[in-house]
């Protein structure tokens, strides 16, 4: 096959079959630096701001989505919040039982438009309903990373 020859299936080209080491570093941008580091460094969840909207958004965001300000304003929004919906995982990402049941929800964040995909502790799967008043409960201090896994899940109040 010279160069000037098309090839037209990818099964004709020459391939060498190995690994490339490649390392990344993911970065979680300017608002999510200050909402991980306020999760991490006091334990409280902050939203951002838009006052002309008259909406905090929660993940924060730099710019407000309907008018496109500059959002510059941040607040706390507390640390409960209500289950808007979840759902019960039984199977693994390798696709192997689990031996617990996790129960992840989208949690509606009091204060906040918007909220926080995670994952309920402290219940049974069959107590969980779709309104359930609930509340972060953080790691210890000394454990946070400046993740979302520094909250280690939200559990009924
Ligand atoms: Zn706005």
Redesign the pocket.
């Known amino acids: 096959m010279s160069l000037v020859e098309r090839i037209t299936t990818s099964a004709d080209a020459k391939v060498w079959y190995d690994n490339i080491p490649i390392e990344s570093l993911y970065t979680v941008g300017i608002a999510g630096e200050k909402f991980f580091r306020a999760i991490k460094d006091r334990g409280v969840i902050m939203g951002s701001v838009?006052p002309?909207?008259n909406?905090t958004y929660l993940p924060p965001m730099m710019y407000?989505e309907?008018?496109l300000?500059e959002l510059e304003e941040w607040v706390e929004v507390g640390t409960k919040g209500t289950v808007h919906t979840y759902t019960v995982v039984g199977v693994s990402l390798e696709g192997e039982p689990l031996e617990q049941p996790e129960i992840l929800a989208l949690i509606k964040v009091e204060g906040a438009h918007g909220g926080l995909v995670h994952r309920l502790g402290e219940v049974k799967p069959e107590d969980v309903e779709i309104g359930m008043p609930v509340e972060a409960v953080f790691k210890p201090k000394k454990g946070r990373e400046g993740s979302i896994l520094d909250i280690e899940h939200f559990k009924p109040v």
């Open positions: 838009c002309s909207c909406l407000c309907r008018c300000a």
